[in-house]
T-cell receptor, first 116, second 112 residues
């Protein structure tokens, strides 16, 4: 159990376009989902925390107008990179945390975004 | 900001040997978690140890936690080539609303 999927697994887009990444918890309800960004050979940096039905909480330095997060249901959160630029190229990973006192976060397989 | 700091940064061992990785952190925690990441893939949750626990086992994994020293270790026994990956510790700090803070990671190479 505790499977988290991400779609797409990779995407290449032109500069100026917007890209939407989906994160789904497949077999449990996620009260909280997290979005991370990872540069090559580096650690994960938390971008934002989203709770179902409420606005996402962004980490310092993350532009909320650029990285739009929607946590529409207990099993789905989306990250939209708006007006993407080459510097937005990165590996984006989501995670989902179950409710009911469980603390483990279960991670999706990640999405590789390349902006040309 | 990164709280967990792992050492060594890179570790290369022979298959069958044990691998020990350490993690230090700075603030009080609810729990500490270890994850594995294969190149270009997502993270796989390995084990969670709560602040009131000192040791935990899962298969070939053994995790210890010393809250007085603010440190944890991950031991992989009888390593296999398939254990080659990056390993991260992540802390769930008190007052952080379950946000995890990751260390920089340790690159483990297991030579067949």
């Amino acid at each position: 159990g505790a499977v988290v999927s991400q779609h797409p697994s990779w995407v290449i887009c032109k500069s100026g376009t917007s890209v939407k990444i989906e994160c789904r918890s497949l077999d449990f309800q996620a009260t909280t989902m997290f979005w991370y960004r990872q540069f090559p050979k580096q650690s994960l940096m938390l971008m934002a925390t989203s709770n179902e039905g409420s606005k996402a909480t962004y980490e310092q330095g993350v532009e909320k107008d650029k990285f739009l997060i929607n946590h529409a249901s207990l099993t789905l959160s989306t990250l939209t990179v708006t007006s993407a630029h080459p510097e937005d190229s990165s590996f984006y990973i989501c995670s989902a945390r179950r409710g009911g006192g469980y603390n483990e976060q279960f991670f999706g397989p990640g999405t590789r975004l390349t902006v040309l | 900001s990164q709280q967990g700091e792992e050492d060594p940064q890179a570790l290369s061992i022979q298959e069958g040997e044990n691998a020990t990785m350490n993690c230090s952190y700075k603030t009080s925690i609810n729990n500490l978690q270890w994850y594995r990441q294969n190149s270009g893939r997502g993270l796989v949750h390995l084990i969670l140890i709560r602040s009131n626990e000192r040791e935990k086992h899962s298969g070939r994994l053994r995790v210890t936690l010393d809250t007085s020293k603010k440190s944890s270790s991950l031991l992989i026994t009888a390593s296999r080539a398939a254990d080659t990956a990056s390993y991260f510790c992540a802390t769930d700090a008190i007052g952080a609303n379950s946000k995890l803070t990751f260390g920089k990671g340790i690159t483990l190479s297991v030579r067949p």
